[in-house]
């Protein structure tokens, strides 16, 4: 039986976790806090329960094929709703987009924005079909060690037809005139942390994610995903020791021997490194046995960071929805100062989640559970000052819209920006969502899932294939774990 030890229990840990587990190694997953999940962790406060980073549940094929590898549902662990509305997208007071479940629904509501666009919508979405098809079946659950991992007829023909070589926007605007479609179909790629224009249009399989499949919710939070693949974890061995900082890899003979943690030494036979790949690589390792230096990482283009506020409120707000983007401010000049002049936004856009629309245990009776984000740029000067300054403008916005006062009635308020990412995850420049899926930065592009003088040690999460994400996390786990296990086999 090999030893692996797994530095961080975020959801590529965790994966990773179960899947070496199951192939007969004894697996160490070693975290700095006191709570697994990583950037999917939650809080409790006043009765009211937090998830602390990810809300929206796409992609539920990728999440029942993780739990089938072991003989198991997602049901064996949480129970999924599906929302319906998916979400609203509020242009203006009384200008909201409300995004039907049902698909003769949504055709009705493409009508009405811009007729003639329903048929147009179609051809979209098969076309958007093809691209999760090909994505999913062909493209995201390989290493990327080498192009030739693709140089497959099938896998050829799936990549000319998933317009890789147009950006989204182009694509979008190909389709639909109306500036909210665009907006309504440009918006799933924001998840992929870059402009519309500078990402592939392959990624419009998201919006086969946003419309096809829909929009879910595990009741009790996405917390209970965490649980979920913990208690997995543990049904199949994995040890996983919380309140354990990784302070170093130790590397003899280019071969890792284990981890200096907080607790003492992990002796292991090889080592999965799933925090942030940056500080893995420069605080973690020595410089000889690192695969990139500083301008490597200075060079690449990050997803955004975010400012957070987790807000308990006295009372039931009306016109809010469970997922709810503002939209009515400047999209693209909010993009500008995400990307090409890094700056406080001065007039965001936001997300408000509102979990206790759809679950009554995050919050007390009668009250109800926001969750605000702002994207902003990574590496922001970060002040309580500057904070506060977008509390009160993003709570005038929501009171504008839905028409009730509710500023009075917060009694829990907690914000979580830039600099609480980089000490709570190591976080280069204090991202929250790692790496943008720009064209120049897919597949072999990304930072490699192997280090390549340390034949021993493999990463995963966000920072490497596939990319951000919770399903794309899952994804990397397993194609790290895969990888783990054929090297110790292959060294047996
Ligand atoms: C605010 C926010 C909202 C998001 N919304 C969504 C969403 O709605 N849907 C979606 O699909 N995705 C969303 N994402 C993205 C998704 O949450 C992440 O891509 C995913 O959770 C990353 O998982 P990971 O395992 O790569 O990294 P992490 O979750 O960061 O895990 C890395 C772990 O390593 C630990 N660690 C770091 N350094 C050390 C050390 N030296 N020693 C020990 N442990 C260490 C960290 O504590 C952490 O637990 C969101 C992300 C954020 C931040």
Redesign the pocket.
């Known amino acids: 039986m090999s030893r692996i030890a797994i ?8 994966a990773a976790a179960c899947c070496a587990a199951k192939s007969g190694h004894k697996v160490d997953v ?4 006191e709570q ?6 939650s809080f409790s406060e006043q009765g009211f329960l937090f998830d ?8 539920p094929d990728v999440f029942d094929d993780f739990f089938a590898q072991f003989g198991k549902q997602t049901s064996d662990y949480y129970t999924l709703k599906k929302l319906d509305p998916g979400f609203q997208i509020i242009f203006g007071r009384d200008d909201v987009l409300a995004i039907p479940a049902d698909r003769s629904a949504l055709d009705e509501l493409f009508e009405r924005v811009e007729p003639g666009s329903s048929r147009r919508l179609k051809v979209f979405l098969e076309e958007a079909a093809f691209k999760y098809r090909t994505g999913m079946q062909q493209l995201v659950y390989k290493p990327a060690f080498s192009w030739l991992e693709y140089a497959s007829l099938d896998v050829l023909k799936g990549i000319a037809g998933s317009h890789l070589f147009t950006d989204v926007h182009s694509y979008v605007c190909r389709y639909f005139r109306d500036d909210r479609l665009i907006d309504l179909m440009e918006f799933p790629v924001l ?1 992929l942390g870059a402009m519309p224009s500078k990402i592939p249009a392959l990624y419009t399989l998201m919006n086969y994610a946003a419309l096809v499949q829909g929009t879910y919710y595990p009741m009790g939070g ?1 917390g209970r995903i965490v649980e979920g693949m913990q208690s997995l974890a543990e049904e199949l061995g994995v040890q996983i020791h919380t309140g ?4 170093k890899i130790d590397v003899e003979s280019k071969k890792a021997k284990g981890v200096q ?1 907080s607790a003492g030494f992990f002796a292991s036979d090889l080592v999965i490194a ?3 790949y940056h ?2 690589e420069q ?2 390792l020595d410089e000889a046995y690192r695969n990139y230096d500083e301008d490597y990482w200075a060079g690449k283009t990050f997803a955004p960071s ?1 400012l ?1 506020f987790y807000i308990g409120v006295n009372k039931k707000i009306r016109k809010l929805q469970h997922h709810n983007l503002y939209f009515d401010s400047d999209f693209d000049r909010h993009v500008d100062e995400i990307y090409t002049k890094p700056q406080w936004p001065s007039d965001p856009l936001f997300y408000v989640c509102c979990p206790s629309k759809t679950d009554d245990s995050v919050a007390p009776e009668g009250m109800e559970n926001l969750f605000l ?1 702002v994207p902003v740029a990574t590496g922001l000067e970060d002040t309580e000052a500057q904070r506060e300054q977008y509390f009160d403008r993003l709570i005038s916005r929501i009171e504008e819209h839905t028409g009730e006062r509710f500023k009075e009635d917060i009694i829990f308020k907690k914000s979580y920006c830039v600099d609480d ?1 980089a000490r ?4 280069y420049k204090g991202n ?3 790496l943008a899926n720009t064209l120049r930065q897919t597949a072999v592009l990304k930072p490699k899932l192997k280090n390549r003088k340390v034949a021993n040690l493999f990463y ?4 490497t294939v596939p990319g ?6 899952l994804i ?2 397993r194609i790290a774990a895969e990888q783990a296990n054929q090297y110790l086999k292959n060294k047996r």
């Open positions: 530095i961080g229990s975020g959801f590529s840990g965790l070693l975290e700095q806090h697994a999940g990583g950037r999917a962790r602390m980073g990810p809300s929206w549940y796409w992609m998840f996405m354990v900082r990784v302070d943690t799933s925090a942030d500080h893995v605080k973690l975010c957070i984000l990412f709570d995850y190591n976080a929250a969502y790692g995963t999460g966000q920072l951000p994400g919770v399903p794309p996390a990397s786990g």
